[in-house]
């Protein structure tokens, strides 16, 4: 082979990169996780901290049950609705919800008064109990304090009753506390029941013969008078009176009442007229309808529509046909719009004028009754006069009789009300029993605690874990990087059973693995995106030491080669040289000699093993040999190259940690980014993605390499869609079966 004689002119100026982001790196402190796949990496140690939970739940409520139990003991008070009648024995029923919430929520408040935490402190039988000896030493504030501590009042919903509860550290106390609260809370009910019964019954008795007296005077008033006069006889005239006056009374405010009606039914229907808001009956709707000029109009109409359609169904929208026809259809219902109105508005005239002249009507039967009514209410005043004096003293005695019956009967139910058991309004339903077994320790909750605690911490720890870590692990992590493109995702070499675990020439060695596939996907963003911009050289670095740029380079090229492209690799990594054993060529002369003047471009440029591959090994070079990449005699073999090859591919040493990289982006049109998943850090990354903000060459992309399934997401179903196709049924990776597809993957049948 003689590049010499293939070598072409220049190729035509590259368009200049695109401007480098500005601006520090786009990186956080805390990465974003996927929920599922962090369960599922750590899935063993959840399992673990489940069950140490189980097992320290148990240990717990153990030693708690041992040395610090709580027994409790309940009792139960029912609150009655107050009865209606003293004399009905049943209390069922709730005369007033509200009322009675109330009274049974004040009723729950008394029970935790000082004065029956007192009185029951003070019961012997309290004092022998161990709660109380073991507080013999506090003031009796400090005791009740305490016993409010463990007393719980409770009012359970949609039920009647109230719930008291204690719980202490002694088995056989708290039923002994409770029970000694609801007894001195009853007994404490019915004294204030029955001295505010006394009081009561001494006010209404004392009432009541103050309203005897008063009666009996009023009594002999009355007598005195209707011996002076004729009352009897006045009585019936103005009974006579009295009658003829509220008939006409009754009848006026009838009258005046359709006087109102007429009067705004006039009125609502003259500025419905000016308003334009008529609203018209179904029966005046239909005599419209039933019109002869509006049948006629409307028969128009239904025949106009029936040519509209016929002229559709022939010449098609648009057409003057059509048109002409629908415009005598709108004519035909503006005039039918037009006959209907004016019929409406007859239909309006004529309802305007009868309620005007109905109007009329009431209103004159209204003025002779306002007439008669005055002339028989002067008459009824003279009567009335005569009277008043003597229907005084009867409206005086028969309110205080009144008055008088109720204040007996207000005694006879304070006295049959102050005798009923349910007098207070309260029972007790439920008394408090010594406790069979403590309620707490719960095994159950305590289990469930510590279970739910120890998988909380561990899968807190693991999140928190993930979300420090800050290296790319999958293609996601990618996104948190500065704006940039994933050009492509390399699977780790594990994840291609058909490749034995290596990635070097896998897409030559087999063509039909998985890393074949991505490398072949790789290849087509590259190519695509250097086309665009009609570049030829493209230099892969890494961002730090095995982040797999050889194989990279190789893989790539092999796959761009197999396209049809005339490719050529060259290795300008002095201090890590792989690609002359890769490729297999021979290492004598190299980008060294060429360098140095010790060899032309023909004699370093080898042949491979594999169609349309040449690859330039590193040779040997002398100390001085990377200022050389520098020199224009390695500027004026490239221009040699790109005429002779159709992309040539440079394989670069990690960029950050050597300068080579960075002074071969000013020789090389673009450069693509390789990084190692579980290794590289986003900071590194994005700060190596923005040094090529200032240099000649284009960042055409980044490459994750090294991806393994155990990430997870959206790669991971892609992997196993791919094994899956491969093997002609559902599959999974190797790392996700352990390794139990690989032995399948080698028996494929390509479909």
């Excluded at 956080?28 to 959840?46: A, E, F, G, Q, Y």
């Excluded at 003070?122 to 073991?134: A, L, V």
């Excluded at 004699?603 to 990377?626: E, F, K, R, W, Y």
């Excluded at 002779?644 to 020789?667: G, M, Q």
């Amino acid at each position: 082979m003689n590049p010499s004689n293939r070598v072409n002119p220049m190729p035509a100026a590259a368009p200049p990169p695109p401007p480098a982001p500005s601006g520090p790196p786009l990186g956080s402190k805390l990465t974003p996780v996927d929920p599922m796949r962090v369960i599922r990496k750590h899935m063993l140690w959840i399992i673990g901290a489940g069950v140490f939970g189980v097992a320290l739940g148990f240990g717990l409520n153990m030693m708690f049950a041992r040395f610090a139990p709580q027994y409790e003991a309940r009792a139960y008070i029912e609150v009655l609705s107050a009865p209606g009648d003293p004399e009905d024995v049943t209390v069922e029923g709730r005369s007033n919800q509200e009322e009675f919430d109330r009274f049974r929520n004040t009723e729950g408040y008394k029970l935790r008064q000082s004065e029956i935490l007192q009185s029951v402190l003070k019961h012997t039988e309290i004092k022998n109990t161990q709660w109380y000896r073991s507080r013999q030493k506090l003031t009796p504030g400090a005791i009740e304090r305490d016993l409010l501590e463990i007393l719980s009042v409770s009012t359970p919903r949609e039920t009647a009753m109230i719930e008291v509860r204690a719980r202490t550290r002694s088995r056989n106390d708290p039923s002994i506390i409770v029970n000694h609260i609801i007894d001195e809370y009853i007994e404490q009910n019915r004294k204030n029941m029955i001295s505010e019964v006394g009081e009561n019954e001494a006010l209404l008795t004392s009432r009541r013969n103050t309203l005897q007296g008063e009666i009996d005077l009023l009594e002999d008033q009355k007598n005195a008078l209707a011996q002076k006069t004729e009352i009897s006889e006045i009585q019936g005239t103005f009974h006579e009176t009295e009658l003829s006056y509220q008939k006409l009374v009754d009848a006026r405010n009838e009258v005046a009442e359709m006087v109102t009606s007429a009067r705004n039914n006039y009125q609502s229907l003259i500025a419905a007229r000016d308003q334009g808001n008529v609203e018209y009956t179904a029966e005046e709707e239909l005599r419209i309808r039933d019109d002869g000029v509006i049948r006629t109009i409307n028969a128009n109409i239904n025949g106009l529509k029936q040519e509209l359609q016929i002229a559709l169904e022939r010449f098609g929208p648009g057409h003057s046909v059509v048109r002409n026809i629908q415009y005598r259809i709108d004519a035909a219902e503006t005039q039918k719009e037009f006959v209907r109105q004016d019929l409406l508005r007859k239909f309006q005239d004529a309802i305007i004028s009868g309620a005007k002249s109905e109007l009329a009507r009431q209103e004159a039967t209204f003025a002779k009754l306002t007439e008669d009514l005055e002339a028989l209410k002067q008459r009824r005043a003279e009567l009335n006069a005569q009277l008043r004096d003597y229907k005084s003293y009867e409206k005086q005695l028969a309110d205080k009789r009144q008055r008088l019956a109720e204040t007996d009967t207000n005694l006879t139910r304070l006295r049959l009300l102050s005798e009923r058991k349910d007098a207070t309004r309260v029972v007790i339903r439920g008394r408090a029993r010594t406790p069979d077994t403590h309620v707490f320790p719960n095994l159950k909750i305590m289990i469930a605690v510590s279970m739910f605690g120890c998988v909380g911490l561990v899968v807190g720890i693991a999140f928190l874990k993930e979300m420090l870590d800050s290296r790319i692990k999958s293609p996601a992590d990618a996104k948190l990087l500065p704006p940039n493109n994933l050009l492509g995702v390399i699977p780790d070499a594990e994840e291609d059973p058909s490749g034995g675990g290596q990635i070097e020439l896998a897409v030559h060695h087999a063509p039909s693995g998985l890393i074949a596939e991505s490398f072949r996907q790789l290849r087509s963003e590259v190519v695509r995106k250097l086309d665009q911009r009609h570049f030829k050289t493209l230099m892969i670095t890494g961002c730090s030491p095995h982040s797999g740029v050889s194989s990279v380079t190789t893989n790539l090229a092999c796959s761009i080669a197999a396209n049809g492209r005339r490719v050529l690799v060259i290795d300008v990594n002095f201090r890590r040289p792989a690609l002359a054993q890769l490729l297999d060529v021979d290492n004598t002369a190299g980008l060294g000699e060429l360098l140095s003047g010790a060899a032309s471009l023909e004699q370093v440029v080898h042949a491979t093993s594999i169609d349309n591959l040449h690859a330039i090994p590193i040779g040997h070079g002398d100390d001085h040999i990377l200022e050389r990449l520098e020199s224009e005699a390695f500027s004026q073999a490239l221009r040699r190259l790109e005429g002779a090859y159709d992309l040539i591919l440079i394989d670069a040493p990690p960029l950050s940690i050597v300068s080579d990289s960075k002074l071969l982006a000013n020789r090389v049109q673009a450069v693509l980014l390789v990084a190692r998943a579980m290794k590289e850090k986003r900071g590194l990354v994005s700060r190596l993605i923005h040094q090529f903000g200032s240099g000649k060459a284009e960042l055409l992309g980044l490459v994750i390499n090294a991806v393994r399934t155990a990430t997870g997401g959206y790669y991971r179903r892609n992997f196993e869609a791919f094994y899956a196709y491969q093997n002609g049924a559902e599959a999974q990776s190797p790392a996700a079966n352990g390794g139990r597809s690989r032995k399948r993957a080698r028996q494929t049948a390509d479909t």
